[in-house]
């Protein structure tokens, strides 16, 4: 059996390990009622997801030496690694504080990602001459072992907004927490519509004008994987009997892939709308509302610390991989520092934006609700780093 396929076989293991032990840990909410702190359930649930990140390590070192490279170089790589280091990061939190409930809503995030991943082509291919150095082990996976660690600030900020919000009247934070919660149902909108799309053999290839990287009208192709709500501008359809595009994008969305791109990320919406209704149908009340109750035996002021204890500890390793080593990585491939590339800008952005979360934290006393909001924004800022800029604003680091 070929190193690649062992490699799939053991991230695939490592899936499913996790989401056995997103059962065990939300087995612990039981035994929360009986007010005791030993936790059967928490204890197998931990073994089981160390088992899991073992499982998925075993996937990154078979696939590494079946690319000889580090297996960080596309966005299926970079977004399995960094699922790997969220489990990684919540292992660690979780021994800190021994906090059983923080798997129930870490893992079903690793869970996405690693689903997130897979829609990206997982082919092994070898690494484009600017990649070819080590600074791609050093930036990327630095930068990745501090977004990871900072999202599992995202959990306990969501667990202690869940936990605290008063849920028995429709506000501006009933609202936005939903609205937090219909995210994940739409990258799971995301996931299961590409998937069953995947599965018919669905394709619908158009043809184009768009421009090139000096201003230059080329033709270009795009090749459709879900029925196609948007077209691209003045394109022609060169699959036969394939179902035409509802809505004709504008001439100015003249990206070469802009319209694929608004067509899936118009189908995640759809799917997602219909996921959280049809939940709302089965549960009659909001989603927070129904989650409130098992999470009234959490300590809030616990919660709070893991949050703070997260960002106190991801900041730095985020400011060493994606600022400091990518300048110097910067120096050497482009002869600067820094420049106003997307990527450098958005990077800057969460730094800035986790440095603001710090001092509001220590100099002004942002504690609980406050706190666990920036929390939520901050990981809201890492994902739009991760989906947006990366599959829709073009720039230097678009080879990904």
């Known amino acids: 059996m070929e190193l690649s396929t062992i490699s799939s076989y053991l991230l695939y293991t490592a899936f499913v390990l996790y989401l056995i032990a997103t059962v065990f840990f939300a087995a612990t909410i039981k035994e929360q009622e009986k007010a005791t702190k030993y ?6 649930g931990i073994a089981i997801t160390i088992i899991g990140f073992i499982s998925q390590v075993g996937y990154f070192i078979t696939r590494w030496i079946a690319s000889q490279h580090a297996p960080v ?5 970079f977004t399995t690694f960094f699922g790997m280091m969220f489990v990684f990061a919540f292992i660690v939190i ?26 990206f082509p997982r082919e092994i291919s070898p690494l484009i001459p600017a990649l070819k ?10 930068a990745a072992i501090g977004e990871a660690i900072l999202a599992v600030s995202f959990a306990a900020g969501l667990i202690y907004l869940i936990r605290t919000i008063d849920q028995s ?17 739409a990258t799971i909108g995301f996931v299961l519509i590409t998937i069953a799309f995947r599965i018919g053999g669905y394709e619908n290839v158009f043809e184009f004008q768009a421009t090139d990287n000096d201003g230059q009208e080329i033709t270009v192709q795009s090749e459709y994987t879900l029925p196609p709500l948007f077209g691209p501008h003045d394109h022609k ?11 004709e994008v504008p001439g100015w969305l003249k990206g070469e892939q802009a319209a694929r791109k608004l067509n899936t990320l118009v189908w995640s919406i759809i799917t997602g709308l219909a996921l959280y209704g049809l939940t709302l149908l089965i549960l009659r009340k909001r989603v927070a509302a129904w989650i409130q109750p098992a999470l009234h035996r ?8 893991v949050s703070y204890r997260a960002v106190a500890i991801g900041f730095p390793v985020f400011t060493l991989g994606a600022l400091i080593f990518a300048m110097i990585w910067a120096q050497q491939a482009w002869n600067r520092f820094w420049g106003w590339d997307p990527k450098e800008v958005w990077a800057l952005i969460t730094w800035l934006f986790y440095a603001w979360f710090l001092h ?31 599959l829709i604003i073009a720039g230097l680091h678009s080879y990904a």
Do not use: C
């Open 133 to 142: 150095t080590h600074w791609l082990y050093i930036h990327v996976t630095t």
């Open 169 to 185: 009247t429709l506000n501006k934070k009933t609202f936005w927490l939903e609205f937090i919660i219909y995210t994940l149902y």
């Open 94 to 119: 979780y021994f800190i504080y021994r906090f059983h409930l923080l798997g129930l809503f870490t893992l079903p995030v690793a869970l996405l990602i690693i689903a997130y991943a897979s829609m």
């Open 73 to 77: 170089s596309n966005l299926f790589e």
């Open 39 to 44: 936790s059967k359930a928490g204890n197998i």
């Open 298 to 305: 959490v300590n809030p002021d616990l919660v709070d610390e």
């Open 237 to 247: 359809q060169l699959t036969e009997g394939a179902m035409k595009p509802l809505v």
């Open 360 to 390: 509001l934290r220590l100099s002004n006393g942002w504690h609980g609700e406050r706190s666990a909001w920036l929390a939520v924004i901050g990981f809201a800022i890492i994902m739009f780093n991760l989906i947006a800029v990366n």
